[in-house]
RNA sequence: GCGAUCGUAGCUCAAUUGGUUAGAGCGCCGGUUUGUGGUACCGGAGGUUGCGGGUUCAAUCCCCGUCGAUCGCCCCA
């Protein structure tokens, strides 16, 4: 019978092993301690949803939901999407569970999403993310104790000195209208030095100009009118209030006029945590408010702030994580004691002693396993012990050895 | 969707301007030590050089295609 070739992973799919888990882990873990410090409960929401959950809170026009996202009919006929973010699914879950009766609702969660790209760094097609999402709070506070948070387990992280919080305003709806039309203006007026790609942008997503990459594009960029002089009053006492309650949390921010959001519902804070780590991938952490998502889902006006930050980009840069090891390995050598082995390993774990046996090899091998899984003890177990209803207790480090009744090995590694 | 670079053992990499049997380290298995690790020594297994085609007496090497990876562009909810 001839042999099938073994399917591939999936582009854009990880599988993840020792170090690379182990880092995944601890930010994961990091985030979940932290959140629990700021009183945000776990929420957990379905990895799809309709189609029309992702692509209403997109706006339907972007090829951002025609080409980017995981679509596809189920058996019924329906469309499904895997989900290329959380905070259109908490919303709808916000809506349709009622949830509206826990307003001001501070949830977290993190897992997988999913999103059509060529992959690259920090960039999959299957990736993780972090989530924190404030939904029914239309007061400045919430935003920076959402910063507060994101800034904290940077910090817990051990990366915050190499990124930096970027922020800005997008000021309310009245704002944020008036300063779009100036831009538009401002780049009609130079339609014929800005690059084939913004010219695309000129007329699909005007604000997208300001962050082009493009040489030729610079000079217009950073010439265009700043929002500055277009915030309303009320626009410009929330921006003042998020700023100051940073400043007085001891949270150190970076305005950045140019930082903007694709879409309308947006309104007010923007920010990036960036580093420049990560080649072209530089945003590490990301969020604003978005008073006006819930509403396109069909839900009353909810004023709602939150985040998600990258799994896979946080793990690059962290510091790599102690590795994980078990305190007791235990040796069995023979037939005859693997009854005395199995007791002794689940005695052991039973009293919360991590340890872990080696089933295969000769001796030398087995101790070179124990040894290797850093392992403090060694329980050393052969015909002799057995015969004793004894094991042979070995200190890894100090290469000291002497024999344990089976019922006080417990006791005997708790020292 | 576009561009650039790269695909050799499980992993990291060699292999002269195209030349005979494709090598090393690590890892794995066995042994030196039939019950003792971190070192050391000896031996062994493991390859359709991503895949398909072409040029050539001869291709890991040159050409085309394809798949995949990486980095960037676009996009970034």
């Excluded at 582009?11 to 170090?19: H, K, N, S, V």
């Excluded at 977290?108 to 939904?135: C, N, S």
């Excluded at 002799?384 to 006791?411: C, N």
Aim: aromatic content about 6%.
């Amino acid at each position: 019978m001839s042999r099938i070739e073994t399917p591939r992973p999936i582009r854009g799919t990880q599988d993840m092993l020792g170090e690379q888990a182990l880092r995944f882990g601890h930010v994961v873990q990091t985030f979940d301690r932290v959140r629990r410090l700021y009183g945000f409960g776990r929420v957990e929401v379905p990895v799809f949803e309709p189609t029309a959950v992702f692509a209403r809170s997109l706006g339907e026009t972007t090829d951002v939901v025609s080409k980017e996202m995981y679509s596809f009919e189920d058996r019924g006929g329906d469309s499904v999407t895997l989900r290329p973010e959380f905070t259109a699914g908490i919303a709808r879950a916000y809506l349709t569970e009622g949830w509206q009766q826990h307003a001001p609702l501070k949830v977290a969660t993190h897992g997988p999403l999913f999103r059509y790209e060529r992959p690259q760094k920090g960039r999959y097609r299957q990736f993780h993310q972090l989530d924190a999402e404030v939904i029914g709070a239309a007061e400045p506070q919430a935003d920076v104790e959402l910063l507060c948070m994101a800034d904290q387990l940077l910090r817990e992280l051990g990366v915050a000195d190499g990124v930096t919080l970027t922020l800005n305003t997008l000021g309310d709806g009245e704002t944020r209208e008036a300063w779009r039309a100036a831009l538009v203006a401002h780049f009609e007026k130079h339609r014929g030095e800005l690059s084939e790609d913004s010219l695309d942008r000129l007329a699909k997503n005007p604000l997208r100009i300001l962050d082009s990459k493009d040489p030729r594009d610079r000079p217009i960029a950073d010439a265009a009118p700043e929002i500055d002089d277009y915030l309303s009053a009320e626009a410009g006492a929330f921006f003042a209030a998020v700023t100051k309650g940073l400043d007085a949390a001891g949270v150190a921010w970076t305005r950045n006029a140019r930082l903007v959001r694709g879409l309308d519902y947006y309104r007010h804070t923007a920010f990036e945590f960036v580093t420049d780590r990560l080649g072209a991938q530089g945003t590490v952490l990301g969020g604003g408010r978005y008073d006006g998502l819930i509403e396109t889902l069909g839900g009353p006006v909810t004023p709602a702030v939150g985040w998600a930050a990258g799994i896979e980009r946080l793990a690059m840069l962290i510091d790599l994580p102690a590795p994980e090891r078990i305190e007791v390995a235990v040796v069995p050598m023979g037939e005859g004691a693997q009854a005395l082995a199995a007791r002794a390993l689940a005695d052991l774990r039973r009293a919360g002693i991590a340890a872990d046996m080696a089933y295969k090899g000769n001796m030398k091998r087995r101790m070179q396993k124990a040894d290797a899984s850093g392992a403090r003890y060694a329980v050393i177990i052969g015909d002799d012990e057995v015969a004793r209803g004894e094991v042979s207790l070995k200190d890894m480090a100090a290469q000291t050895q002497g024999p344990v009744a089976i019922d006080a090995l417990v006791a005997a590694i708790r020292g």
